[in-house]
């Protein structure tokens, strides 16, 4: 047996089966998580080196809550926790036009999936949710407030819970929030507390290792992708990535790294 062989061995083998067929029920629930965003996710969901819970923190109609539990229940890798008070209220979120809540969306579509019975919807603020939360997590998904102040306020009230070896993900680092970027910049990427660490999509994810010593490589690695979010981070200051800023925009983002997450090399690296 190869080391490419030992490492797989440690992912389901019907794993890719199941993402392809879940990517179809995620596609068919509106919102912005790309097809490789979703299967990063699932990949976490399935295969996180920890015990724990999924907590989602910004659900909109359900799009990403969806490809989380369709996972989960296939597993047994329950329960996905679904918070937000489902009315769009930060200047970052989604417009819901003339609609007061996005919740019965949110419902249709995670009944229709399937999925009810192992998402637990809290309909609330991530900070009302944090004081009464003890739970550790396994997986964190934060994709609420995309401001400076919001992404932040997240990271710090949930950060504690994360288990040894668990995954936090936060969307929208690679876009147009200059917010969550600086966030994550500040608080994952420079912290020593999180391991590996990379992006997918717009996606910026670590694993939570907080007494492990990195290795010099990724240190380098963590120092790399730090310094390419200082120069987007620089663009989007600015101003709106329109025009030559949006130029320079893609310039960085083409220098970090985030295409497709293949599955074997991930799971290798999270087991190291
Ligand atoms: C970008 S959408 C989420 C998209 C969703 N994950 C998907 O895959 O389609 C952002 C959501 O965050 C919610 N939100 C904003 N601030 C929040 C907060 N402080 N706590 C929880 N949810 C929040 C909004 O109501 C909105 O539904």
């Known amino acids: 047996m190869t080391e490419h062989d030992t490492v797989t061995a440690l992912l389901p083998p019907d794993l890719d089966a199941q993402r392809a067929a879940a990517w179809e029920a995620v596609r068919a629930s509106p919102g912005y998580l790309t097809e490789r965003e979703a299967k990063f996710l ?21 799009r990403s809550t969806v490809g989380l539990g369709l996972i989960a229940k296939h597993y047994g ?31 249709a579509n995670v009944h229709r999936a399937g999925v009810a019975d192992v998402v637990e919807p809290h309909r ?23 401001t400076y102040e919001g992404a932040t306020e997240d990271i710090r009230l949930f950060r504690p819970h994360l288990a040894e070896g668990g995954i936090l993900a936060m969307h929208d680092v690679l876009s147009r929030f200059p917010g969550a970027t600086r966030a994550f910049l500040e608080l994952v990427l420079r912290s020593d507390d999180f391991g590996p660490t990379g992006f997918c999509g717009s996606t910026g994810w670590a694993q939570y290792r907080p007494r492990a010593r990195a290795h ?31 130029l320079q925009h893609s310039f960085w983002r083409s220098l970090t790294p985030h295409g497709a997450v293949n599955a074997s090399e991930w799971i290798a690296e999270v087991r190291g």
């Open 42 to 62: 699932m990949l976490a969901a399935a295969a996180a080196p920890a015990s724990g819970a999924i907590l989602e923190i910004g659900s909109f109609k359900g």
């Open 77 to 107: 890798r329950g329960p996905v926790v679904a918070v937000d008070p489902f009315t769009s209220p930060s200047s970052t979120d989604p417009a819901i036009g003339a609609q007061r809540s996005t919740f019965d969306d949110f419902q």
């Open 124 to 146: 609330m603020f991530s900070r009302e949710l944090a004081p009464t939360w003890s739970r550790p997590l396994r997986l964190l998904w934060i994709d609420g407030d995309h």
């Open 216 to 246: 010099p490589s990724l240190v380098r690695r963590k120092a790399r992708l730090a310094r390419t979010l200082e120069g987007l981070l620089r663009v989007l200051q600015r101003g709106e990535p329109t025009g030559w800023r949006g």
